[in-house]
């Protein structure tokens, strides 16, 4: 696994698009796995801007969304699908039939599900998965004591992940208390794994995932047992872990490695 610490959310969000550029320069149709919320904004920014600037093409790529609250159409504006589109989707060249997001309003969340994961194996699997974690260490909505062999299926909300997604709606019980979302076993069968965290309120969480021990009480701890990880963070989420001085040692050393 790979520790980056970097001064801010912008160096944390430019250094992401990096990774994501050299994928699809590598492998122009390239699967990615993308995640919403307010951790990935700053990426999905700057890819819009390498798109317009640098000419960086979307033309053959597909995604797959980890998550969608159940409930909510795509139009409305609190949904996953209007986030997506906003902040990446209508400022690059993904052809629409490429984008899989997880349904809201299907009728039949078991068949949608399986569904959704035999898309993915159909792609080719998810060459690179974005991810945030949540306060309580959640990887897409994989809340504490989700099973860490977990595939796509309806999860009900912790308190914790409601009072903490409110802001971004009028009330906290607007907030919807079931999602779907991808399982900690569909996350850990991606190629390789981002996964970003800024600011001091994530600290604690990250510590967990990182240095704490496997545990489903800590979903994103369970990428500890993947062999392509790589954790982009500001230096406040970094703020709580141990070895912080030691990543920043193999950051510095990794230029002149045999
Ligand atoms: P946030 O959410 O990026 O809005 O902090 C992260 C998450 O819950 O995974």
Request: proline fraction near 3%.
């Amino acid at each position: 696994m790979e520790v980056i610490v970097k001064d801010n959310v912008e160096e944390m969000s430019k250094t992401a698009a990096r990774v994501v550029a050299r994928t699809l320069n590598a492998k122009p149709d390239a699967v990615l796995g993308l995640a919403t919320g307010s951790t990935p904004l700053g990426l999905y920014k700057e890819l819009v801007r390498m798109h317009e600037d640098e000419g960086l093409d979307f033309g053959q790529v597909t995604t797959f969304n980890l998550d969608e609250y159940v409930g909510l159409t795509q139009k409305d504006e609190q949904s996953y699908h209007y986030f997506m589109h906003e902040n990446l989707f209508k400022h690059v060249n993904i052809p629409l039939s490429n984008i899989h997001i997880p349904s809201g309003t299907t009728d039949n969340y078991a068949a949608f599900c399986n569904w959704y994961e035999d898309r993915i194996v159909e792609s080719g699997g998810i060459d690179l998965q974005i991810l945030g974690i949540g306060s309580d260490g959640h990887i897409a909505f994989n809340e504490p004591s989700s099973s860490l062999g977990s595939r796509t299926r309806i999860k009900t909300l912790a308190k914790q992940t409601i009072d903490d997604n409110a802001r971004f709606f009028d009330s906290p019980d607007q907030v919807p208390v079931y999602a779907i979302t991808m399982g900690v076993g569909t996350i850990l069968e991606a190629g390789k794994l981002i996964l970003l965290a800024n600011g001091a309120h994530k600290a604690d969480a990250v510590a967990q995932a990182i240095e704490g021990p496997v545990t489903s009480m800590i979903t994103a701890s369970a990428l500890q047992l993947h062999d392509d990880v790589m954790y982009i963070l500001d230096r406040e989420a970094a703020s709580k872990l141990k070895m912080l001085d030691y990543y920043e040692w193999v950051q510095d050393k990794m230029v002149d490695a045999p």
